[in-house]
């Protein structure tokens, strides 16, 4: 039994350091680009699943639930095809910042105790004056065995949920928001019955998620700053209202987008001690 469970372990180990290949074929659609009265990021150029338009730019992406993590260094391109795409169709579809070569991003991150692993290539490239499409390649990559084998910890907290009662509303962009009584009554607070000076807003209203694992990103719901007008009395009155700055889902300069990929909508809380 010794054996057999060694030489189940050693295949597993083996298999983690061989170098580890995927390949892709890009089904391009051009033939939409000629329909007339349609915006460049409506346009879809090849899988949906696989297509993603970042500031007059396009990516083609994959993701994927992995073994281990993968060792970006080993990460190459490898048997690339393409084939010549028009002048025409680049300006049709607004495309700016286009490189000269090809270029990979794959990197792993754990999510709930799983490994996903993301890809993306610059599918357009500009060599020397002419234009070319990315049709098919291959990728070619290693695991890093040391990084999979780390022990990730948690924090243990006791969680803001745990406190209160809570009342949640929805906001589409940035800016500052208005909270008076009314709003708050359609929310289903009894404002008429509490202490104005308890009431908080909470919410992460944040942009989206950073891509590398290792990046600060609150692990709890996070209290924002606010101006409560006429609460000093400690009664909620028809005049008195709140004041906060909300940060919308638009916009990620890390993702090159100002697009949240996830989402249309944010919400934010209202808590009350």
Do not use: C
């Amino acid at each position: 039994m010794k054996n057999k469970f060694f030489s189940f372990f050693l295949v597993v180990i083996l298999f983690r350091g061989y170098g580890q290949n995927k390949h892709y074929e890009i089904h391009w659609k051009l033939n939409q680009i000629k329909t007339k009265n349609i915006r460049s990021d409506a346009l879809i150029l090849f899988d949906k699943v696989h297509y993603q338009y970042t500031l007059n730019n396009i990516v083609y992406f994959d993701h994927w639930k992995d073994l281990s993590m993968v060792d970006p260094v080993s990460v190459k391109l490898a048997r690339i095809k393409k084939s010549r795409i028009p002048e025409v169709l680049i300006k049709k579809m607004e495309l700016k910042n286009i490189r000269e070569n090809f270029i990979i991003k794959m990197g792993s991150a754990y999510a709930r105790n799983d490994i996903y692993t993301t890809l993306e290539v610059n599918p357009i490239v500009k060599q020397n004056g002419i234009y070319y499409k990315l049709d098919s390649f291959d990728v070619t990559f290693q695991y890093n065995n040391q990084e999979s084998q780390k022990l990730f910890t948690q924090n243990i907290y006791d969680s803001k949920w745990n406190f209160g009662k809570w009342y949640r509303f929805k906001i589409s962009k940035s800016g500052v928001y208005k909270l008076d009584k009314k709003f708050l009554k359609s929310l289903g607070v009894d404002v008429d019955n509490i202490d104005p000076r308890k009431l908080k807003i909470f919410g992460n209203g944040t942009k989206l998620m950073p891509l590398p694992n290792s990046t600060f990103f609150p692990e709890d719901i996070q209290e924002v700053a606010i101006e409560f007008v006429g609460e000093q009395d400690g009664v909620f009155n028809d005049n008195d209202y709140i004041l906060f700055y909300a940060q919308g889902p638009e916009w990620s300069l890390e993702n090159d987008t100002n697009l949240n990929i996830y989402t249309d909508d944010l919400y934010y809380f209202v808590q009350i001690d």
